[in-house]
């Protein structure tokens, strides 16, 4: 059995994966905020609670916002503030009593859909969760490419590529820089665009409905999207060259990216052809849970 842990911010999820493959079993708890010890009990008593359920014990693999530094073994660039500089890993073995992975949760992202979702059976994948920020990750023959910085796959804070206009240098990024592609791709940065064209603010999701009725302001909002959607990726492909890109997040569910963002990004790709597929996220906000079980898919 694999256990995964989908360490949130405001939410703490837990599965148990079944040696084929199948969900045993799924329990939900708020995430203590602010206080790294009641964080650790709370994830401790999450895996106990599967492991009584389910009446067997388990891997354990943790998807966790930010990275565990390879410098320092502390979590690092994590929006749960609490967590960064502390020895997660190590303190949460020790309670547990095994070794435990982790991994970003964009990477659970990628390595879920990798596994057994939209981009099954796929030796390179890309995975893009464009919501309110934008994370990436990468998996090759259904590992996590982790890298030398464990940022692999941190691809919404390169600067967009052939940047023109407004584009440049961009908007402020909370990285300390501008431009990058997350100031661009997040939902965020749709409804700025938007409202930047003379309309009043609205979300990511009013947009495209609006562009679906046939709102020409919010149609070309949509399409300035798309056209920047296909320059990113189009660098992704020249570099990675991946078999399948899949998207999650809330944007993710802009049915019209799928067809349109493929015909836009053959003018940046180094190549006569282009067969990577785009497709969207088959397990959706399950993706996470899902992915940091898998990460003891080689027993
Ligand atoms: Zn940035």
């Known amino acids: ?27 939900r708890i708020a995430a203590p905020r602010g206080d790294y010890a009641s964080t650790l009990a709370a994830v401790a008593g999450l895996v106990r609670d599967i492991e009584h359920a389910a009446g067997a014990t388990g891997t354990i693999g943790v998807g966790i916002p930010g990275t565990i530094s390879p410098a320092t073994g502390f979590i690092k660039n994590s929006n749960s503030t609490w967590l960064n500089g502390r020895a997660l890993s190590e303190d949460l073995s020790r309670l547990l009593d095994r070794p435990i992975r982790f991994a970003n949760d964009a990477n659970c992202f990628a390595l879920s859909e990798a596994t057994d ?27 996590v490419l982790v890298g030398a910085n464990a940022i692999g796959g941190e691809w919404g804070h390169n600067p967009l590529p052939a940047a023109r206009g407004v584009e440049s240098p961009g908007p402020p990024c909370y990285c300390g820089r501008s ?18 064209a003379g309309r009043a603010q609205m979300t990511a999701r009013e947009i495209a409905d609006r562009a679906a009725a046939g709102d020409a302001l919010a149609d070309a909002a949509l399409a300035r999207y798309e056209e920047r959607m296909a320059r990113a990726l189009a660098s992704v492909i020249n570099l990675l060259d991946p078999d399948v890109i899949v998207l999650g997040g809330g944007l993710s569910n802009i049915e019209r990216l799928y067809e349109r963002v493929p015909k836009l990004w053959g003018a940046h790709i180094f190549s006569d052809r282009v067969v990577t597929r785009l497709v969207r996220a088959m397990h959706g906000d399950s993706s996470g849970v899902r992915g940091a079980a898998w990460l003891w898919d080689d027993g």
Do not use: W
């Open 179 to 196: 431009g990058c592609i997350e100031t661009f791709l997040s939902g965020p940065a749709l409804a700025r665009d938007y409202a930047d």
């Open 117 to 143: 979702g939209a981009a099954a059976g796929a030796d390179v994948v890309f995975g893009v969760i464009v919501g309110t920020g934008t994370g990436g990750g990468v998996v090759v023959h259904r590992r």
């Open 1 to 27: 059995m694999r256990i995964g842990i989908d360490l949130g911010g405001t939410k703490i999820e837990g599965i148990a994966i079944a040696d084929e493959g199948h969900e045993r079993l799924r329990r």
